[in-house]
């Protein structure tokens, strides 16, 4: 079987990571891992790229984390992928499917609602997996939950393995039948790294190919990390 992350940040593009791109590269391979999706906060969570720079200057400051992430895995012979976490405070999600340049190419993507966007970007062909949608933390605004705009659910993230909201998750997406994944949220290689992720028995080729996969209930979720 595979190993991929599916969730994680780097400290190029989120306020709350202190690992760089490459530094987490590392760590991933080190722990065995075939692969691993960069999915920092994006424009509306806790993004750590000015948001007074003009779009397409943000775009690529956004995907700094991502482009060493991935410059340092085709050193190391790690697969690195692109996706986003999309947050209104309320909810997060995880995007798969986006390129840096579809991005630019989208500067007015920020004035649709929370229902348009996930609407747009499946239209577009992304996917949508909703992260930890019953995580309650000091800056949760309260929860929302958008099961008619999601292609699966995160039923285990590792980060709040202490917590009850990977049970409740999972009981959600049995109500939807929604099928399941699962993330460590890592947002570096030492006090806050869980290794979490998915197993599966092939090898994927882009991050719209694990989306896909988990649509397909072909992967498993790694649920016994702390
Ligand atoms: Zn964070
Ligand atoms: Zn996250």
């Known amino acids: 079987m595979f190993r ?22 590392d760590k991933y391979k080190a722990e065995g891992y075939t ?7 994006f424009f509306n969570g806790n993004t750590c790229v000015d948001r007074s720079l003009p779009w397409d200057k943000w775009v690529e400051g956004y ?12 050193e190391i012979g790690l697969d690195v992928f692109f ?17 840096k340049e579809w991005l630019i190419a989208h500067d007015d993507i920020m004035s649709l609602d929370l229902p348009s966007f996930l609407e747009f970007v499946r239209s577009e062909g992304a996917m949508v997996i909703q992260a930890h949608p019953f995580r309650i933390r000091d800056y949760t605004r309260g929860i929302i939950h958008a099961p ?9 993230n590792a980060s709040d393995a202490a917590t009850p909201f990977n049970e409740r998750a999972k009981i959600y997406a049995s109500w939807y039948d929604l099928p399941g994944t699962g993330g460590s949220d890592s947002h570096n290689t030492t006090t806050s790294f869980h290794a979490g992720g998915v197993l599966s028995p092939r090898k994927f080729t882009s991050a719209l190919d694990y989306a896909k996969a988990v649509a397909a209930r072909e992967i498993q979720v790694i649920d016994n990390a702390e």
Do not use: Q, V
Request: glycine content about 14%.
């Open 63 to 74: 995907c700094k984390g991502y482009e060493n992430a991935k410059k340092r895995g085709d």
């Open 4 to 25: 991929y992350e599916t969730h994680m940040h780097t400290s190029e593009a989120s306020a709350c990571a202190s690992s760089t791109g490459a530094e987490m590269a």
């Open 35 to 41: 692969g691993i999706i960069i999915t920092d906060h």
């Open 83 to 99: 996706g986003i976490e999309y947050g209104d405070g309320s909810s997060d999600y995880l995007i798969y499917g986006l390129t």
């Open 148 to 156: 008619r705009f999601c292609d699966g659910i995160e039923i285990f």
